[in-house]
Nanobody, 115 residues
Framework: VQLVESGGGLVQPGGSLRLSCAAS????????MKWYRQAPGKERELVAD????????YYVDSVKGRFTISRDNAKNTVYLQMNSLKPEDTAVYYC?????????WGQGIQVTVSS
């Protein structure tokens, strides 16, 4: 089982990034997928969630209207489009797949928002 994040990096405030998380080794289309982030000295927090069919989504209040989660079950990939980025979005971002009591996590990718 693997979840591999990509697309992170350094961006200026107001800029955009698109994170991808490629899954393998499990039936991706059955799993709810989530993006979390953890900033230095802070607890890991749920940023966005998408159900297995892609019909329902959830966003933490701080990213509503700026971030969009989506998935392509044919490509076994979940995305996080991040627009209007702010310095407080700086964190390591993780993807997670969950189905019942089964959880898979990616290794995380750094996103830094700074001028």
């Amino acid at each position: 089982v693997q979840l591999v994040e990509s697309g992170g990096g350094l961006v200026q405030p107001g800029g955009s990034l698109r994170l991808s998380c490629a899954a393998s080794g499990f039936t991706f289309s059955r799993y709810d997928m989530k993006w979390y982030r953890q900033a230095p000295g802070k607890e890991r927090e749920l940023v966005a969630d998408i159900t297995s069919t892609g019909i329902n989504t959830y966003y933490v209040d701080s990213v509503k209207g700026r971030f969009t989660i989506s998935r392509d079950n044919a490509k076994n990939t979940v995305y996080l489009q991040m627009n209007s980025l702010k310095p407080e979005d700086t964190a390591v971002y993780y993807c997670r797949g969950s189905l019942g009591y089964v959880d898979y996590w990616g290794q995380g990718i750094q996103v830094t928002v700074s001028s």
